[in-house]
Structure formats: C-alpha cells, structure tokens
C-alpha cells in the first residue's frame, strides 16, 4: 500500500467512526502538537487484562467480517 493510499483509507476510516468535524480537530491536534505514536502505543492498553484485550479484539474481528 503506498502512502496515498495509506492517507486515504486513514483518513475515510477517522470521518466513517468520528464525522468530518471531528475528523478535522484529530488532524489539527496531531499537527499543533507532538506526538510520538511508539511512545503512546506502549501504554495504550494497560489498564485492561489479557482477556479483556483478546475479548475486545475479538469482538472487532466479529464485527468487522
């Protein structure tokens, strides 16, 4: 997948879930602010157990088929 394509998909996946409004504010704070998404991923799911991770993405797995 080339960046283009990449961009896009991002892009039509954040308005499909957030809405074009919030889909710009997201945009406008990734580019005011820095952010390192490899420092912020490795805390991302600290707060739920093993389960309750495997549970989640299940769930996302079944929905998204």
């Given at each position: 997948m080339n960046d283009t394509v990449l961009?896009?998909?991002?892009v039509k996946c954040l308005v499909d879930n957030f809405g074009i409004v919030h889909t710009e504010r997201f945009i406008a704070l990734i580019i005011k602010?820095?952010?390192?998404?490899?420092?912020?991923?490795?805390?991302?799911?600290?707060?739920?157990?093993?389960?309750?991770?495997?549970?989640?993405?299940?769930?996302?797995?079944?929905?998204?088929?």
């Open positions: 961009s896009r998909n991002a602010e820095p952010f390192d998404y490899t420092e912020w991923q490795k805390d991302l799911f600290n707060d739920m157990t093993t389960d309750e991770l495997f549970s989640a993405a299940s769930n996302w797995s079944t929905q998204k088929s």
